[in-house]
């Protein structure tokens, strides 16, 4: 019985092991990622000039005297912290709870997004989205330890990882200055097209703004969605609310994006932004 009791151990520490060495490898493989971001991210130089707006469809000025000033130094990096839910299927009943970290970098345009969302009581997967080098990536993991999904070199997964930097600079928006390789297209006196290149990729996006000059919706017809391995052209969209202030730089604080198949409405993301800070 002794030995058979000590064979039960042996084999149990052997297996702890083998699950810490997994899931450390999966937190290292996340945390080289930011410290490349980190690394190859290139300072942003000089100030604010409100004076290379000037020209902009009306919308769009405004939104950019509404969210900076003059002198304000330009972002060269941001780090979020966010907290919120996630939903995998339309048909999911409620939301499960999603915490994630995310960086970014302007020069070059990159960012890292890690988060765990819930799965079961006690049981999260890990996801890892990213844009490096004018290339998405995405891995998924059960409890940082089953592997549920590995994606990356695919140029519609690139595509649909830049489209996600431009929707998600206006939390950090000095990136969206006309200075920083941003086009910007007048649609009518609420909306105007966002237009950026990077990788060999070109990416679009309809701003849509209120009467004070915020951002308050995102609109792509056609972003790429990964359906059981196909990547399906589908109209999307992300909602912003909540304006909140740092170092004289106007974000929003709360978001929500979702699928618009034929189907109906498919929200599936949303999130409070609980910390912010910029480099």
């Given at each position: 019985?002794?030995?058979?009791?000590?064979?039960?151990?042996?084999?149990?520490?052997?297996?702890?092991?083998?699950?810490?060495?997994?899931?450390?490898r999966?937190?290292?493989?996340?945390?080289?990622?930011?410290?490349?971001?980190?690394?190859?991210?290139?300072?942003?130089?000089?100030?604010?000039?409100?004076?290379?707006?000037?020209?902009?469809?009306?919308?769009?000025?405004?939104?950019?005297?509404?969210?900076?000033?003059?002198?304000?130094?330009?972002?060269?990096?941001?780090?979020?912290?966010?907290?919120?839910?996630?939903?995998?299927?339309?048909?999911?009943?409620?939301?499960?709870a999603?915490?994630?970290?995310?960086?970014?970098?302007?020069?070059?345009?990159?960012?890292?997004?890690?988060?765990?969302?819930?799965?079961l009581?006690?049981?999260?997967?890990?996801?890892?989205d990213?844009?490096?080098k004018?290339?998405g990536?995405?891995?998924?993991?059960?409890?940082?330890?089953?592997?549920?999904?590995d994606?990356?070199?695919?140029?519609?997964l690139?595509?649909?990882?830049?489209?996600?930097?431009?929707a998600?600079?206006?939390w950090?928006?000095?990136?969206?200055?006309?200075s920083?390789?941003?086009?910007?297209?007048?649609?009518?006196?609420?909306?105007?097209?966002?237009?950026?290149?990077?990788?060999g990729?070109?990416v679009?996006?309809?701003?849509?703004?209120?009467?004070?000059?915020e951002?308050?919706?995102?609109y792509?017809?056609?972003?790429?969605r990964e359906?059981?391995?196909?990547?399906?052209?589908?109209?999307?969209?992300g909602?912003?609310?909540?304006?909140s202030?740092?170092?004289?730089?106007?974000?929003?604080?709360?978001?929500?994006?979702?699928?618009?198949?034929?189907?109906?409405?498919f929200?599936?993301?949303?999130?409070?932004?609980?910390?912010?800070?910029?480099?």
């Amino acid at each position: 019985m002794a030995r058979i009791i000590f064979a039960i151990a042996v084999a149990a520490a052997v297996a702890a092991v083998a699950v810490f060495r997994r899931r450390s490898r999966w937190f290292k493989e996340v945390s080289a990622l930011v410290g490349q971001l980190i690394e190859e991210a290139a300072p942003v130089e000089g100030t604010v000039d409100l004076a290379e707006v000037e020209a902009l469809p009306e919308p769009v000025r405004r939104f950019f005297h509404h969210v900076l000033e003059d002198g304000l130094p330009m972002i060269s990096q941001a780090y979020l912290v966010q907290k919120g839910g996630f939903r995998v299927r339309p048909d999911g009943k409620g939301w499960t709870a999603l915490y994630a970290r995310q960086a970014f970098s302007v020069v070059p345009r990159a960012f890292v997004w890690d988060a765990k969302i819930g799965a079961l009581p006690g049981v999260w997967v890990r996801v890892c989205d990213a844009y490096r080098k004018g290339g998405g990536a995405m891995k998924a993991a059960l409890a940082a330890l089953v592997n549920l999904a590995d994606a990356r070199g695919d140029e519609r997964l690139d595509q649909a990882a830049l489209m996600r930097y431009l929707a998600e600079a206006v939390w950090f928006p000095t990136a969206l200055l006309p200075s920083q390789g941003v086009r910007w297209e007048e649609i009518d006196d609420r909306r105007a097209k966002a237009t950026i290149t990077d990788g060999g990729h070109t990416v679009s996006l309809e701003f849509a703004f209120n009467d004070i000059g915020e951002v308050v919706s995102v609109y792509a017809p056609a972003r790429f969605r990964e359906i059981d391995g196909v990547y399906l052209p589908t109209p999307w969209e992300g909602r912003f609310s909540d304006y909140s202030e740092l170092d004289g730089c106007r974000f929003p604080t709360e978001a929500k994006v979702a699928w618009l198949p034929p189907e109906g409405r498919f929200a599936y993301w949303k999130a409070t932004i609980t910390e912010i800070r910029y480099r």
